[in-house]
């Protein structure tokens, strides 16, 4: 179960402590937990054909409302979640968790819900396919508010992190029983070839939606769709 999975990651990472120039941590599995147990409990049960593993919430995102790559309105209004969300227990000033009343959006999460919305007509059939999780839950920030990358960590702290995320990411894919593993982006397509290489699943990426990448910002489906298609999935 998804939710035993959940569990032990929160476990895991219970405890675990980054330096500057982190200043705060968030782990939306916390205090966004009922959408995201809610956002498995409806499409996250059963065998998957194709994983998509993102790297980490947005601040945008997951980290205001439990789900990954969460556009506010697309997970409101086309997965149909809805759920009291709650806040870090210590929040950046210029980062404030504030749930689905978020006013920004998150471009990587429109590109990507919007990928779906376009290419299947309803949640079901997508996730009939398909499943969406991040390897890493947490979110780090520096003081000016700035996203700081995992693999940018320290690596004392990347190996105990790494390590937690490795274990619920194994789990995942013995869940779900994969036929792909699709990083969105190199890093996770990396990671996924380290952490579940040797369980039989193929392993491969697709460009990264992010608003960084000038790539993604001339049109970012086609090369979305161009590279499922390379890997025989569309």
């Known amino acids: 179960m998804l939710r035993t999975i959940t569990d032990d990651l929160i476990a895991d990472l219970h405890g675990q402590t980054f330096a500057p120039p982190v200043t705060h941590v968030y782990n939306p599995l916390l205090y966004a937990r009922q959408a995201w147990d809610q956002y498995c409990d409806k499409y996250g049960q059963g065998q998957r054909e194709v994983l998509f593993l993102g790297m980490n919430p947005g601040p945008w995102g997951m980290a205001q409302v439990g789900v990954p790559f969460g556009e506010i309105a697309a997970v409101r209004d086309w997965l149909g979640i809805?759920?009291?969300?709650?806040?870090?227990?210590?929040?950046?000033?210029?980062?404030?968790?504030?749930?689905?009343?978020?006013?920004r959006s998150e471009?990587?999460?429109r590109r990507f819900w919007g990928?779906?919305?376009?290419?299947?007509?309803?949640?079901?059939?997508?996730?009939?396919r398909y499943f969406v999780a991040n390897y890493c839950p947490l979110v780090f920030?520096?003081?000016?508010?700035?996203?700081?990358?995992?693999e940018k960590?320290?690596?004392?702290?990347?190996?105990?992190?790494?390590?937690?995320?490795?274990?619920?990411l194994r789990r995942t894919v013995e869940q779900l029983q994969p036929t792909y593993v699709v990083g969105v982006g190199k890093f996770a397509e990396k990671k996924a070839k380290q952490?579940?290489?040797?369980?039989?699943?193929?392993?491969?990426?697709?460009p990264h939606p992010s608003p960084a990448s000038p790539l993604a910002n001339r049109g970012w489906a086609p090369l979305m769709t161009n590279a499922l298609t390379d890997m025989g999935i569309i």
Request: net charge negative; hydrophobic share 40%; aromatic share 8%.
């Open 115 to 128: 990928w779906a919305q376009e290419n299947y007509s309803t949640p079901g059939a997508f996730f009939e």
């Open 195 to 206: 952490v579940v290489g040797d369980m039989g699943v193929t392993i491969g990426s697709v």
């Open 107 to 109: 471009v990587s999460g």
């Open 82 to 103: 809805s759920a009291e969300i709650g806040t870090p227990e210590i929040e950046h000033p210029k980062r404030k968790v504030v749930g689905f009343d978020c006013k």
């Open 141 to 150: 920030m520096e003081a000016g508010g700035r996203n700081r990358v995992p």
């Open 153 to 168: 960590l320290p690596k004392a702290e990347r190996a105990a992190l790494f390590a937690a995320c490795d274990r619920a």
